[in-house]
């Protein structure tokens, strides 16, 4: 009698978890699913302390709990096998992508497996392609610049006439 409350209360805190792992996917910007299977402590570490800084969660999740979860979120398509480790981030869209992706460049036994953009089930080409954009502070470092192109034209032509003028003068 006593197995069956146990197995009552594992169940319990199994769906309780597969909740909470649904509403992270539901509520996340981007997904990457890493298997980081063989890390040192040290590279374990280091990749960890990376994420955590950009605001990523990052998870070692049964695929039991991950596939439910998924399925409880509406995801479809997803593959979850072999190990996999989990990175949500709520705000920024590249930055998992992009950590993971050059933390593998680095740790050969980093392999990025796929990932889920804005709801959407993408492969590891796509979270690649992802990765290889601008941060979010480089993209708005563009966006300035090119903001700012036409008024700096408009300056200095304008300097130019005062310039020219003066000499005429």
Same mark, same amino acid.
């Given at each position: 009698?006593?197995?069956?409350?146990?197995?009552e %209360?594992?169940i #319990?805190? /199994?769906?309780?978890?597969?909740?909470?792992?649904a509403?992270?996917? #539901?509520?996340?910007?981007? =997904?990457?699913?890493?298997?980081?299977?063989?890390?040192? =402590?040290?590279?374990?570490?280091?990749?960890r /302390?990376? !994420?955590?800084?950009?605001?990523?969660?990052?998870?070692?999740?049964?695929?039991? =709990?991950?596939?439910? #979860?998924?399925? /409880?979120?509406?995801?479809?398509?997803?593959?979850?096998?072999g190990?996999?480790?989990?990175?949500?981030?709520?705000?920024?869209?590249?930055?998992? #992508?992009?950590?993971?992706?050059?933390?593998?460049?680095?740790?050969?036994?980093?392999e =990025?497996?796929?990932?889920?953009?804005e709801?959407?089930?993408?492969?590891?080409?796509?979270?690649?392609?992802?990765?290889?954009?601008?941060?979010?502070?480089?993209? !708005?470092?563009? !966006?300035?610049?090119?903001l700012?192109a036409?008024?700096?034209?408009? %300056? !200095?032509?304008?300097?130019?006439?005062?310039?020219?003028?003066?000499?005429? %003068?």
């Amino acid at each position: 009698m006593s197995d069956y409350k146990v197995n009552e %209360a594992t169940i #319990a805190a /199994k769906a309780e978890l597969v909740d909470v792992y649904a509403k992270k996917f #539901a509520e996340a910007a981007s =997904v990457v699913i890493a298997d980081s299977r063989g890390l040192t =402590v040290d590279e374990d570490t280091q990749l960890r /302390k990376n !994420l955590r800084e950009a605001g990523i969660e990052f998870k070692v999740v049964k695929n039991s =709990v991950l596939r439910r #979860a998924a399925q /409880k979120a509406g995801i479809e398509g997803m593959d979850f096998s072999g190990p996999s480790a989990v990175a949500f981030s709520n705000e920024d869209v590249v930055a998992p #992508a992009k950590i993971l992706s050059d933390f593998a460049k680095t740790a050969e036994n980093l392999e =990025v497996k796929g990932g889920i953009i804005e709801g959407k089930v993408s492969s590891q080409a796509e979270i690649a392609a992802l990765a290889a954009l601008p941060s979010r502070e480089g993209l !708005l470092s563009m !966006l300035l610049s090119v903001l700012q192109a036409p008024v700096r034209n408009v %300056a !200095l032509a304008v300097k130019a006439v005062a310039d020219k003028a003066e000499s005429a %003068a």
